[in-house]
């Protein structure tokens, strides 16, 4: 956990120069099954690991359950059974990024958390509708040829 | 709104409220006797007086006007005396009363939910003016009153020609402002009081005419013809005032009139309209006089006194809190206490011998018990301002429906939950509209022919008993129907097995089945066929169970059990597996032990158990909640015979843990979406050692395994 946070202060010390800009906006990265996401640190509250997840009966497979984080109970969604994906067993590196979407705060479960990106929004596109999944809209195609997917956190939580 | 208005806003509403509060109840207690006490009158004057000063700061002035005419009303009374009123005359005020806190709360509600307020209110403020004019006219003033009617229009006349109307032309105030209110802005009588009551907080001297502004609508003609004239004694005194009317609303135009000069080269011109005046009315400058001479003078000193009288009327030792920041501390003391547990049995501590550490550790458990203690104790308040209420319910139903009922009140002062408390004052409202309509006989023969007092009686009752606090309305009216109740429930087609088998308790319990009402016809006050449906639904939310009891013909009770916390509750903390779970003890018949032998079938394969002389159904929450590793034979596990409202059921687990009180977390509300509460899942507390259990609910849980099946 100490680890993670050393390498995002550290990108946050690199970056910090250039990102007067209005349209620079901070993401952090994560993987899950071999997909990278950003997700604004707007929405970011901390990244935690090796907690222990309380499951809940009688709800969709990818409530994993809840967490008491300091006295407060956080729901926790698996990204990997979100998207319909095998579940891969958690570990001791597997974290939970906890984000706080409106009014809400929740926990997800991703395989391991990448890196902070500076990134222009203008460069921001949204992804082909036919090529569109759930939770995902819009996307990025960085210099070193890898694509980041933008997580649409209303849509995490929202129901249908 | 900024913030500082903000907070003036919410100590407005919060005081006013509760002026209207203490109000209502004055006026029920005062009408028992169907008499106002000099100190009623007095504390009402008062409490109107600061409903309409408050109210005119924020410039609600609705809410300003009515408060300022009761006022008025009151004042009228207190000078001379609630003796002078007849019993006729009384009954009216308290009627009108009664009408006036109701619409000031209407308007206040208004407030409160950011609607414009009503801009006319003239019909309301007539009412309040007509019985003023009433009372006044009965009485040996009556006279006078009609000369200072007639005075004004004469001087106006007479001073019209003049450059200053007669009443106002003294040596002694020789400046004048001459004020015009904006054309049809409406009540120009009480802006131009309005106006005074602003000068006269500059402490300046000056007289005003029409004088009798105050009392008098008619004078509204006046000011729209004439203009509204004020007589100051300097020029700097005219100087400021002009800025006061700059400052006021509604104001076309003034002008500024300095009759000094004139006064010495024409000193003749006033005199003769001062005698054209009176003239025609030879005792209107002394009726004129005298009246307004006396609220002029008695206003000042009144206003001064009041503000020490009304610091008094407010409790010293009493502060009122934002109800989230109570729920902040709350929360942390929760907090505090299980840290502390997590602290004092961590596993680094294990097997060592700490003297020391346990001394302090049990000082310190002894500390955040009494924290915790206090800090619900901050929440507890009594039922009594919700109970009051009901009083102004029967009252108000007593002179409708045309029945006499008493309604008698015990155990007011007990205390539970503020969420709690607001939360029952619907249901209650229902409750007892519900026994004032359909449980007392609609004929006083009817009683007299049953052997009953003729009054009527409701009983509203409060009492604790240990972790709940249970309340029940009472009345002693002609009691349920079974059978018509029955019938009427067969009609509307809510039965869902033969009518024979219905018990009487079934039979009450279907009273309370969203769509039914006995009664035959919409009254204003119950009957929708809503009611004890909503009634229900309130309760349960609440954690509470309601419950109908009646004799045919001797009269029916309601009671309502409710946890005089939702905060913290005492919890069976048990495991299945891994899981821990929290049952409320309260739902806890017993825990036993059984064999694979004692499980019988049902005809559709289900397990059963006897228990008592009767069969109940088996429960496996480990089958229910799909847990892994659980223990699958009875034998190897607990049964706990549970029950709440009519769901009774022994629930297989694996083992009991033990019996704790928990404080109690509401689950996430993204959760809601998954319905799991109908899982059976209603809340969730944290352990000492950190980890998470969650608290079933009795009754949903046997409601799941019936959908599971």
Redesign the interface.
């Known amino acids: 956990m100490s680890q993670t946070i050393t390498d995002i202060e550290r990108v946050d010390e690199f970056s910090g120069e250039d990102s007067s800009s209005g349209s620079i906006e901070r993401f952090l990265t994560f993987t899950s099954d071999n997909i990278t996401f950003g997700v604004s640190t707007n929405n970011v509250i901390e990244i935690i690991t090796s907690y222990?997840i309380?499951?809940?009966?009688?709800?969709?497979d990818y409530?994993r359950g809840?967490?008491?984080l300091?006295?407060q109970?956080?729901?926790v969604i698996d990204i990997r059974l979100r998207m319909g994906r095998p579940l891969l067993e958690y570990t001791d590196s597997t974290c939970i990024i906890i984000l706080s979407i409106g009014?809400?705060?929740?926990g997800i479960t991703v395989d391991f958390v990448a890196q902070v990106l500076d990134i222009d929004r203008e460069d921001i596109c949204p992804i082909p509708v036919s090529n569109r999944q759930e939770l995902s809209s819009s996307m990025i195609h960085l210099k070193d040829g890898s694509v980041v997917l933008f997580l649409d956190c209303e849509q995490l939580?929202r129901?249908y | 709104m900024d913030n500082s208005m903000e907070g003036l806003l919410d100590t407005y509403l919060f005081e006013t409220n509760s002026l209207l509060d203490s109000l209502d109840e004055l006026l029920i207690n005062a009408e028992k006797t169907a008499d106002f006490s000099e100190d009623d009158v007095n504390e009402i004057f008062r409490s109107m007086h600061t409903i309409k000063g408050s109210s005119a700061m924020l410039e609600f002035n609705s809410l300003m006007e009515i408060a300022h005419h009761i006022e008025d009303l009151f004042f009228y009374i207190r000078e001379n005396g609630i003796d002078s009123l007849n019993s006729e005359h009384k009954k009216d005020l308290f009627n009108l009363m009664f009408k006036s806190t109701d619409k000031l709360r209407e308007e206040i509600q208004k407030v409160e939910n950011n609607e414009p307020l009503e801009d006319n209110i003239d019909s309301f403020v007539t009412e309040i003016n007509n019985l003023l004019n009433k009372i006044s006219n009965k009485t040996a003033d009556g006279a006078a009153q009609t000369t200072a009617n007639t005075a004004p229009a004469a001087g106006s006349q007479a001073g019209a020609s003049a450059a200053a109307p007669a009443p106002l032309s003294r040596a002694d105030m020789p400046y004048l402002l001459h004020v015009y209110f904006e054309d049809g802005c409406g009540m120009e009588h009480l802006r131009a009081f309005m106006l005074i009551n602003s000068l006269q907080e500059t402490d300046m001297e000056f007289a005003y005419y029409p004088e009798d502004i105050d009392t008098n609508p008619d004078t509204d003609e006046t000011i729209i013809d004439n203009g509204f004239y004020i007589a100051f004694k300097t020029e700097a005194d005219l100087e400021n005032a002009a800025k006061v009317v700059d400052g006021s609303q509604h104001i076309r135009s003034y002008e500024m009139v300095d009759n000094s000069a004139s006064e010495g080269a024409n000193e003749e011109p006033p005199a003769p309209a001062v005698q054209a005046a009176s003239a025609p009315a030879p005792d209107a400058p002394a009726a004129s006089q005298a009246p307004a001479a006396k609220p002029a003078a008695s206003q000042a000193p009144a206003a001064k006194k009041k503000a020490p009288a009304s610091h008094g009327a407010v409790k010293q030792d009493l502060i009122s809190v934002n109800l989230s920041k109570l729920d902040a501390l709350v929360?942390i003391v929760?907090?505090i206490v299980?840290?502390e547990s997590m602290v004092t049995s961590s596993p680094d501590l294990q097997g060592l011998r700490l003297d020391n550490f346990t001394k302090s550790a049990r000082q310190l458990r002894k500390l955040t018990d009494d924290l915790q203690d206090i800090s619900m104790s901050l929440r507890m308040v009594s039922v009594s301002g919700v109970f009051q209420k009901m009083n102004r319910i029967v009252r108000d139903m007593k002179q409708a429906l045309n029945k006499d009922v008493r309604l008698t009140i015990i155990g007011e002062n007990t205390e539970v939950d503020k969420t709690i408390v607001d939360n029952i004052s619907d249901p209650l409202m229902h409750m007892v509209r519900n026994a004032m309509d359909h449980g007392i006989e609609e004929n006083v023969q009817d009683r007299i022919d049953a052997g009953k007092n003729p009054q009527g009686e409701i009983i509203l009752s409060a009492t604790h008993t240990g972790s709940e606090v249970i309340i029940s309305v009472t009345d002693d009216g002609r009691g349920m129907d079974t059978q018509a109740i029955l019938a009427k429930a067969e009609r509307n087609g809510i039965l869902v097995k033969p009518p024979e088998d219905y018990s009487k308790k079934e039979i009450l319990a279907l009273l309370m089945t969203p769509g039914f009402s006995t009664n035959t016809e919409v009254t204003e006050y119950s009957g929708r066929g809503v009611g004890l449906d909503v009634v229900k639904k309130n309760v349960e939310s609440i954690g509470g169970v309601i419950n109908i009891t009646s004799e045919f013909g001797k009269g029916s009770c309601m009671t309502l059990r409710i946890p005089l916390t939702l905060a913290i509750a005492d919890g069976m903390e048990i495991s299945v597996g891994d899981?821990i779970f929290t049952i409320p003890i309260s739902d806890i018949r017993s825990s036993f032990k059984a064999s694979e032998a004692d499980i019988v079938y049902d005809p559709s394969g289900h397990e059963i158990i006897r228990r008592m002389d009767e069969f109940y159904p088996v429960i496996r929450l480990h089958e229910?909640?799909?847990?892994q590793d659980a223990c699958t034979t009875i034998d190897d596990g607990i049964l706990m015979w549970l029950e709440s409202g009519d769901k009774s059921y022994c629930l297989f687990v694996d083992k009991l843990i033990g019996e704790q009180q928990v404080v109690v977390?509401?689950?996430?509300?993204?959760?809601q979406?998954?319905n799991?509460k109908e899982?059976g899942?209603s809340s969730?507390t944290?352990l000492g050692n950190?980890?998470?259990s969650?608290i079933l609910d009795v009754a949903s849980v046997y409601n799941?395994a019936q959908n599971m099946l």
């Open positions: 222990k309380r499951p809940l009966p009688m709800v969709p409530i809840i967490i008491n300091r006295g109970v956080v729901p009014e809400t705060s929740v939580i129901q | 929360a929760g907090e299980t840290t899981s229910l909640y799909g847990i977390k509401p689950l996430p509300p993204y959760l979406y998954f799991i899982a899942i969730c944290i950190g980890n998470i969650i799941a």
